[in-house]
């Protein structure tokens, strides 16, 4: 721990050595990881916030997303983590329990700003571990259904489905309807876990109990995974992974498929990507709600926090920088230039949010997401999951056999921290 | 003999002082690390441990056991020696056969040729992935086409577990051909013009040269390009990997090495990460022993 300090203090004392002082005032320089994308926007954000915090100087670090888990374990092994980055909120947990980070509450009952009911709830809790605050949401990323609407409206349903029935009954009149041999109802990657996942969460699961057991083998979670599967079965959906779709966009574009379960990125690459005749011609809405569950249905909730590190010497400059990247005006700009979901319910008032048509289902869906476990294993459960859901997809063995097998491979993933929370 | 033990003994110390540097580094950065990584992989170092040392458990062999009852460890495995196995030996075969082209009197543009066949070898993996994953398109990839014109359609390459490895193999063989190709060619360069004149003289056809002539004087190359080929084979990462990145259809492309990847640096499991290493290394050590002894065999 003290080694970690003093190279921590070093690199900070270079740091500041390097950018000397603003007209002889002491400056803290406060240095932030960004990952891709939201690592080259923040720099734009970055002067004014210096402009109304002349004593904080920000040095902006930007990290390619593949390259992100990675770099910040091993900086945290070397005692070089920043004072502040941005983290997938799936890592929290992770970062949590190797103890890289601040504990956020007592910052967050002094600030003006940084309240929990100004932002969406779902999201709050993602950072939310056994009560203590270990970040702050930046931006949402929630899944909703992205849909052709002229081919429903040829199918004859001129809305998109609200229900599970009304779903499987659109996908019929899709598939009958449908002259295009290569066509297909919807697209459901097997090699993703956010469609699998999210059907589930629909019917109730929580897939991991409080006392780190498995808990699939439950009927919350089956009805919800056999629902998932029998889009396969029915020929509703192709047994296809992501990585064998060359072109999602000239397909989607083409009307090879007319649904698919996505985020918001894909909004602005739709945009860029689909012919300009086929763009009055999709568009979003929030997930079908199980039947006799009221609509919208749930989402995950993901993207990104800011979290503060606990090496850091300068969190309060860092928790300024904070308040800053969250207050709604900037959450705004963020999304103008990036087109990440703001965090902050009352950012969606702005005009940008509000005239969008893409945006209504989004806006809809963020105030009915499902935090997911948090627990640094849930990446690997996820892939699991849809690691069962392939082989079953692919007639290997049916749902109630997938959760069987989930129960014991999650039980064993599980075994070290049961062992880890009875000490 | 007339060295006295004085003169011995300070001949001895000046070759421990010569052999120390390199001694140093040898201990410092590979027999250190394999030492550390042996010890890894009899404890269960993970996320909890790099959070709090002490919630690391010294576990035995229980890694190495548990890998014994993990399905995917054995698909990993068998994928693994699926690849080099069949695609060792196809990749040797092509190598040997552009050699001779190369080799070969009446070929024109040699140097324009080596370069096409060394070009793969140099290019970026990442950069050949996305052209071939456009080439194994299922609907407008080149090769489904050119297979539909002989009515053959409808293949998903990287997609059907049947297929998966099999196009993975194409790929690595194209990619690596040409470095054993130009070690073939220099071991050919070698073999003295004389012997081929006098089997001329003797009568000898092409055929025959070949098998008494080329093969037999190519034996040493062929030891070395078998084994680097066979090492680098059973490690074999980047082509599945960019390929088929989280492990192809039912993990069908899934390799020992991608296995240790995922275990280790994504899910920080670096005790089971690192007794999959060694299970890999004894793999690779007991078939260079193999082929040590078949070769000896073969040779008396």
């Known amino acids: 721990m003290t080694r970690r300090l003093v190279a921590a203090s070093l690199v900070s004392a270079c740091l500041a050595a390097c950018v000397g002082s603003h007209g002889g005032r002491e400056v803290q320089v406060v240095e932030f990881w960004g990952m891709g994308r939201e690592g080259e926007v923040v720099a734009e954000l970055v002067p004014e916030f210096e402009r109304r915090n002349p004593g904080i100087h920000v040095v902006v670090q930007q990290i390619p997303w593949t390259a992100a888990h990675e770099k910040l374990l091993t900086a945290h092994v070397g005692g070089s983590l920043p004072d502040i980055a941005q983290m997938g909120n799936t890592w929290i947990p992770e970062f949590q329990v190797v103890r890289a980070l601040e504990d956020l509450t007592p910052y967050a009952s002094r600030s003006a700003t940084v309240r929990r009911g ?97 808990r699939f083998v439950d009927p919350r979670f089956l009805e919800g995974f056999t629902f998932y599967l029998d889009f396969f079965s029915r020929g509703d959906a192709p047994v296809v992974a992501g990585s064998q ?61 800011l979290a503060i590190f ?18 709604p005006e900037q959450q705004v700009r963020f999304y103008e230039l990036s087109g990440n979901l703001p965090a902050r319910r009352a950012a969606w008032d702005a005009p940008a949010l509000q005239k969008d048509r893409e945006m209504a289902a989004f806006r809809t869906q963020l105030d009915h997401t499902v935090a997911l476990p948090r627990i640094p294993e849930w990446e690997r459960i996820a892939t699991a999951v849809f690691e069962e859901g392939e082989l079953a997809a692919r007639g290997r063995f049916d749902a109630a056999e997938g959760a069987r097998r989930l129960d014991v491979r999650v039980n064993a993933m599980l075994d070290k921290r049961r062992w880890v929370l009875s000490r | 003999m007339s060295r006295t033990p004085r003169a011995f003994r300070s001949e001895a110390r000046a ?59 054995w698909v990993a495995m068998r994928n693994t020696l699926y690849f080099a196995l069949v695609g060792g030996p196809l990749t040797i075969a092509v190598a040997l056969g552009a050699a001779l082209l190369l080799n070969a009197k009446a070929a024109r543009l040699k140097p324009l040729f080596r370069t096409i066949y060394f070009a793969p070898v140099v290019t970026s993996i990442v950069a050949v992935a996305v052209v071939w994953r456009f080439l194994y398109h299922p609907r407008v990839g080149l090769l489904n086409t050119l297979l539909g014109y002989v009515g053959i359609s409808g293949i998903d390459w990287l997609g059907d577990p049947r297929f998966a490895m099999p196009a993975i193999i194409v790929l690595a063989i194209w990619k690596n051909f040409g470095y054993s190709a130009i070690i073939f060619l220099a071991g050919l360069q070698n073999v003295p013009e004389e012997l081929f004149e006098a089997a001329k003289m003797d009568g000898a056809g092409p055929v025959r040269q070949f098998l008494h002539i080329t093969l037999p004087e190519l034996a040493p190359t062929f030891v070395f390009v078998s084994i680097i080929t066979a090492i680098g084979y059973f490690q074999i990462f980047a082509e599945p990997y960019v390929m088929t990145p989280e492990g192809g259809p039912l993990n069908s492309t899934l390799t020992i090495v991608m296995l240790m990847y995922r275990e280790g640096f994504r899910w920080w499991n670096m005790g089971f990460a690192a007794s999959i290493a060694f299970v890999l290394f004894a793999v690779v050590f007991g078939g260079s022993l193999l082929s040590k002894r078949i070769r000896r065999r073969s040779s008396r």
């Open chain 1, 118 to 214: 100004e932002f969406f709830d779902g999201i709050w809790e993602t950072s939310l571990i056994d009560g203590h605050l270990f970040g702050v949401p930046w931006y949402v990323d929630t899944r909703v259904l992205f849909y052709r609407t002229d081919l429903l409206r040829e199918a004859g349903f001129a809305n998109p489905p609200r229900t599970w029935s009304e779903w499987v009954n659109a996908c019929r009149a899709l598939r009958e309807k449908n002259r295009n041999p290569s066509f297909k109802p919807i697209l459901l990657p097997t090699n993703e876990w956010p469609q699998p996942v999210v059907l589930a969460l629909n019917s109730g699961a929580t897939f991991v109990n409080d006392d780190a057991t498995a």
């Open chain 1, 245 to 305: 779709i060359a072109n999602l966009y000239q397909q989607f574009g083409e009307g090879e498929f007319a649904m698919l379960i996505t985020g918001p990125w894909n909004v602005g690459e739709m945009r860029r990507r689909l012919p300009a005749d086929k763009q009055d011609e999709w568009t979003t809405a929030p997930i079908p709600a199980r039947d006799g569950a009221p609509y919208p249905g749930l989402s995950i909730a993901g993207g990104s926090s």
């Open chain 1, 310 to 327: 606990a090496t850091s010497p300068r969190k309060d400059a860092a928790w300024k920088f904070v308040e800053f990247l969250t207050e």
């Open chain 2, 15 to 73: 070759a421990v002082v010569f052999l120390l540097p390199a001694l140093t580094l040898i201990g410092v950065f590979f027999v250190l690390p394999v030492i550390a990584g042996l010890v890894l992989s009899l404890t269960d170092f993970d996320i909890y441990s790099l959070g709090r040392t002490a919630d690391t458990r010294f576990v035995g062999l229980s890694n190495y056991a548990g890998l014994a009852d993990n399905g995917v460890f």
